[in-house]
């Protein structure tokens, strides 16, 4: 089911009615928008081409405002996007994802999959485009307008010079929603996005606490992840990973196990769907 709200509808974003680009209307499908945005909302995007570090940063921030009750919007891009969605469900989290395709046409088809599961998990799709208009490369930009709106805070986990990202964090500039950015590495070219946000005044990122705070919410506590084993070479790897080391090299030298037995230990681990590569011999439950 697919409904439709325009300027003059209840529930019609507030942020939208007096910017001067808003959206015409607003589609959606899933839960009731007007539920979702009475919620606490972070927007999390990044790059399509993400780092290890920009992935682990994104699955981690994700997943831990996802327990705390935080819905997370993102544009079910691959890359960064696809991930915040994903870790915000697997932590039973809730979503909205903000297309620059009409509902009945998701893109990308890659990613139709996840935006059923947003729907089947409680959250919502949303969209400018009515059914049958054909999506232009310039959709892509005009959407992170209402991605940047919807949220309370934006948060750009991972962004070169000339990131798309980075439309975002003007559009939400423009709004009046809060920016913030996790801080990279000097030489790395997809933290110079980040970095310059930092520069110019955005909020810095290091830990879930630094949105929290943002948010006015505190922390609360969580049960850990019931992630276990069929074995103890596998449960060691997955209780070394739950306290944040993902690097190959790391989890082999700190198991103690033999390169025979780590190995499979992986594999199996992987195969299982208890873990997922992040690229660039780093792994994440």
């Given at each position: 089911?697919?409904?439709?709200?325009?300027?003059?509808?209840?529930?019609?974003?507030?942020?939208?009615?007096?910017?001067?680009?808003?959206?015409?209307q607003?589609?959606?499908?899933?839960?009731?928008?007007?539920?979702?945005?009475a919620?606490?909302?972070?927007?999390?995007?990044?790059?399509?081409?993400?780092?290890?570090?920009?992935?682990?940063?994104?699955?981690?921030?994700?997943?831990?405002?996802?327990?705390?009750?935080?819905?997370?919007?993102?544009?079910?891009?691959?890359?960064?996007?696809?991930?915040?969605?994903?870790?915000?469900?697997?932590?039973?989290?809730?979503?909205i994802?903000?297309?620059?395709?009409?509902?009945?046409?998701?893109?990308p088809?890659?990613?139709?999959?996840?935006?059923?599961?947003?729907?089947?998990?409680?959250?919502?799709?949303?969209?400018?485009?009515?059914?049958?208009?054909?999506?232009?490369?310039?959709?892509?930009?005009?959407?992170?307008?209402?991605?940047?709106?919807?949220?309370?805070?934006?948060?750009?986990?991972?962004?070169?010079?000339?990131?798309?990202?980075?439309?975002?964090?003007?559009?939400?500039?423009?709004?009046?929603?809060?920016?913030?950015?996790?801080?990279?590495?000097?030489?790395?070219?997809?933290?110079?996005?980040?970095?310059?946000?930092?520069?110019?005044?955005?909020?810095?990122?290091?830990?879930?606490?630094?949105?929290?705070?943002?948010?006015?919410?505190?922390?609360?506590?969580?049960?850990?992840?019931?992630?276990?084993?069929?074995?103890?070479?596998?449960?060691?790897?997955?209780?070394?990973?739950?306290?944040?080391?993902?690097?190959?090299?790391?989890?082999?030298?700190?198991s103690?196990?033999?390169?025979?037995?780590?190995?499979?230990a992986?594999?199996?681990?992987?195969?299982?769907?208890?873990?997922r590569?992040?690229?660039?011999?780093?792994?994440?439950?």
């Amino acid at each position: 089911i697919i409904n439709t709200l325009t300027v003059k509808s209840e529930g019609f974003p507030e942020v939208f009615k007096n910017f001067k680009s808003s959206p015409k209307q607003l589609y959606h499908s899933g839960a009731p928008l007007a539920d979702l945005l009475a919620r606490p909302r972070v927007t999390i995007v990044g790059s399509r081409n993400a780092t290890v570090y920009g992935q682990r940063v994104t699955q981690e921030l994700a997943s831990q405002l996802a327990e705390q009750g935080v819905v997370i919007i993102s544009g079910l891009a691959v890359g960064v996007d696809a991930i915040a969605h994903q870790s915000a469900l697997d932590s039973g989290g809730l979503c909205i994802a903000v297309l620059p395709s009409p509902l009945d046409n998701i893109l990308p088809v890659g990613n139709r999959l996840l935006a059923k599961r947003i729907i089947q998990n409680g959250g919502a799709l949303v969209s400018e485009y009515d059914s049958g208009d054909i999506p232009h490369r310039q959709n892509f930009i005009a959407r992170n307008r209402i991605m940047s709106g919807l949220g309370q805070i934006v948060v750009v986990t991972d962004a070169a010079e000339k990131s798309g990202s980075l439309h975002t964090a003007r559009f939400a500039n423009d709004q009046g929603v809060t920016v913030m950015a996790i801080p990279g590495r000097i030489y790395d070219a997809n933290s110079i996005g980040t970095n310059n946000l930092i520069r110019s005044g955005a909020g810095i990122v290091t830990s879930v606490e630094d949105i929290l705070n943002e948010l006015g919410l505190i922390r609360h506590e969580t049960a850990a992840k019931k992630v276990r084993g069929r074995n103890k070479h596998e449960q060691t790897l997955l209780d070394l990973m739950l306290r944040g080391i993902s690097e190959g090299e790391e989890l082999l030298d700190r198991s103690l196990l033999d390169v025979t037995e780590f190995n499979i230990a992986l594999t199996m681990l992987e195969l299982g769907g208890k873990i997922r590569p992040l690229g660039a011999n780093n792994w994440a439950i």
